[in-house]
């Protein structure tokens, strides 16, 4: 892609999100104007260009280290005004395009208002109406009296952010869809699923002979454990080989299924991505059976690597996913057609194979993380009339 040199684009959240991939492959092309987050500068950006907001930092780390997570994500919110008065503290640098992350936009887009800026939300999940339901569901059923832990002014917020930009990337078909079905203009729509690390993430060499599932992801209902793990249960009594395991940490809403399956599958709290570069490589297929999702990160690592995905329509799948091609397209609350998908890409290795080197030309050519930004600086381009 050719360098525009009138391109400049602000990205901000607190937290960093992907925004600190972007922010790098921004700055390859000569487009970035700053990133202000409140993470450290991770991917090597220009120190001139990372703004840090340490206020908000500081006041997190106690609960980063300390503290529980549904602990850590009330002192989140309850901090927030902190990242708002250090937002309007900031002397802004020029630039025609503003990005942030939905719900975190609403003094980005006060200050492009000023300036004329194009207005873009990045929305890693579907829509808040959406997004808040599918979640709720899932905790009435299976953890009844637990809430969403997302408060209700957050979610006010993205609403009106959405209903206020120019333009909406998401990272999924479905949750375009989601946008609308809640009344959102086709017009304002961008999907662009995120990159991957080629460099990191290479295909696998064979199939494993023993049948070995990964799914990563945080334990929760919202991404539809519960589902999974009744699953594999049926996997195991036609597979006894049958391994399955799962990378992230457990979330609250999971704690009464918990004790029901906690020694049936081999748990890692956290991996990083080096090593899980290596432990994707030794796995048959990766399962994702997300009630929501924008596109989990690691499910296109996973077809990075070769793997076949077994995936929802909810969780995203079906934007890389054609089922029976790079993967199958399951029904994430349907135990049973989980596990015959799994036995399925189990039994037949030909399948697999084909399966995963399908997998592979999708997650990782020309999906690369600066395939990624440049797909977004040409809608940019397009849209400006550069």
Not at 42 to 64: D, G, N, V
Not at 342 to 361: F, S
Request: proline share 6%; hydrophobic share 40%; with cysteine.
């Amino acid at each position: 892609m050719a360098e525009n040199k009138n391109l400049k684009v602000l990205l901000a959240a607190s937290g960093a999100w992907h925004l600190r991939n972007t922010a790098k492959v921004f700055e390859e092309r000569d487009a970035l104007a700053g990133l202000w987050v409140s993470e450290k500068n991770s991917t090597k950006i220009s120190s001139k260009k990372h703004r840090r907001c340490w206020p908000f930092h500081l006041a997190m780390k106690p609960f980063y280290h300390c503290a529980t997570q549904i602990w850590t994500e009330k002192a989140f919110y309850a901090f927030f005004p902190v990242w708002r008065a250090w937002l309007k503290a900031q002397r802004w640098p020029e630039a025609n395009v503003i990005q942030a992350i939905v719900g975190y936009a609403t003094e980005p887009f006060d200050h492009a208002d000023k300036t004329g800026a194009l207005k873009v939300v990045d929305c890693p999940n579907s829509h808040p109406l959406t997004y808040y339901g599918f979640w709720q569901r899932e905790c009435d059923l299976w953890c009844p009296g637990e809430k969403v832990p997302i408060p209700q002014w957050m979610f006010a917020r993205m609403n009106r952010e959405l209903e206020r930009a120019d333009m909406i990337i998401v990272q999924s078909n479905f949750c375009r869809d989601s946008m609308l079905w809640n009344g959102i203009p086709a017009e304002k729509i961008f999907v662009n699923p995120m990159g991957v690390d080629t460099t990191l993430f290479k295909p696998r060499e064979k199939v494993p002979a023993q049948p070995r599932f990964i799914s990563v992801g945080t334990i929760c209902l919202r991404k539809g454990h519960q589902y999974l793990f009744r699953a594999f249960e049926k996997v195991k009594k036609q597979l006894p080989e049958a391994e399955l395991i799962c990378v992230g940490n457990l979330k609250t809403d999971f704690r009464k299924e918990w004790p029901k399956w906690q020694n049936s599958f081999t748990h890692i709290p956290h991996l990083p991505h080096a090593e899980l570069a290596k432990l994707l490589q030794t796995c048959t297929a990766f399962v994702f059976p997300s009630q929501e999702e924008g596109i989990a990160r690691a499910q296109i690592e996973a077809l990075a690597a070769g793997l076949p995905v077994l995936g929802t329509y909810e969780g995203g799948a079906t934007t890389l996913v054609e089922d029976g091609v790079e993967g199958i397209i399951i029904r994430g609350r349907d135990p049973q057609h989980i596990a015959d998908a799994m036995i399925r890409v189990a039994t037949d290795a030909t399948l697999n194979q084909r399966m995963g080197e399908a997998a592979h030309k999708k997650g990782a050519i020309k999906n690369t993380w600066q395939d990624y930004g440049d797909r977004l600086l040409a809608e940019y381009t397009r849209r400006l009339r550069l």
